[in-house]
């Protein structure tokens, strides 16, 4: 019997016909040599004529990204009967940029990356907006992060103090209020990851007492920091106990994954 190759990757669209719904799956192998170059394999099951085809390229990357192309243009002629997500005349491969020219291909990417920027201004207008009726409404006369110059020492105490108005409204049960005290705490650690200091920062936030800021501190010290979330965890304290617990389990399942480039 021949050596039946899984695919590298899947995914699963919706068709919607009426009131009828099928899913429409999509299939691509690793790329195999062929010759001097390599060919990348891809198929197309629930669209009205099922698609088995090829893509090549001179190296085994290139076979990808051309498998990919003709993904998309095979499935973007059905694109109003297809959803993704559940976003209709979806199937979420997005247009490549193709040029023979390098100077034509980076005159293009620009274009797109200045629509892009324009496109996420426009989709932060609304959140901007509702985080400054929020703040008005939780933070009314606090000083706006954006405006001067803070120093190290202000943040931290700016963070501290978010960290424990964030506590309050959970507490109190205000969710909106935690969510806005938590957006507003990451935006004062971007802020802080910019310091020369950060790497003290840290060191600061672990030791506090606060176990949201060691949590914090975890987070941002990364997979080494599993003595601090596993103590944040053993204290048993909701809600940063759950948050530690599932940081962990996530970091150990990660761990016992075996990785593609470990030998077998």
Not at 58 to 66: N, T
Not at 131 to 155: H, I, Q
Not at 173 to 195: C, H, M, N, T, Y
């Amino acid at each position: 019997m021949a050596n039946v190759r899984e695919p590298i990757a899947t995914r699963t669209l919706a068709w919607h016909d009426g009131d009828d719904m099928r899913e429409v799956v999509v299939r691509v192998w690793a790329p195999v040599p062929e010759g001097d170059n390599y060919v990348c394999d891809f198929a197309i099951d629930g669209l009205p004529e099922p698609v088995r085809s090829s893509a090549g390229g001179v190296d085994s990357l290139q076979a990808l990204i051309v498998a990919f192309a003709g993904l998309r243009a095979m499935l973007e002629p059905h694109s109003p009967s297809l959803s993704w997500l559940d976003d209709r005349g979806e199937h979420g491969i997005p247009q490549q940029i193709v040029s023979a020219l390098s100077v034509d291909r980076r005159r293009l990417e620009h274009l797109v990356a200045a629509e892009n920027q324009a496109i996420n201004a426009r989709l932060r207008e609304p959140h901007e907006k509702k985080m400054a009726e929020l703040r008005e409404l939780y933070d009314p006369g606090a000083r706006e992060l954006t405006s001067g110059k803070w120093s190290t020492g202000e943040l931290v105490a700016e963070l501290m103090t978010t960290s424990s108005r964030m506590r309050e409204a959970r507490e109190r049960q205000d969710p909106q209020a935690e969510r806005f005290f938590g957006r507003k705490r990451w935006s004062i650690v971007e802020l802080l990851r910019a310091e020369p200091d950060f790497e003290d920062v840290l060191i600061e936030l672990g030791d506090s007492g606060d176990r949201s800021l060691r949590l914090l501190s975890a987070l941002l010290t990364g997979p080494s920091a599993l003595t601090k979330l596993i103590a944040i965890r053993d204290e048993g304290v909701e809600p940063e106990a759950s948050e530690a617990a599932r940081i962990l389990e996530g970091i150990e399942q990660r761990d016992r994954r075996p990785k593609a480039w470990d030998p077998t």
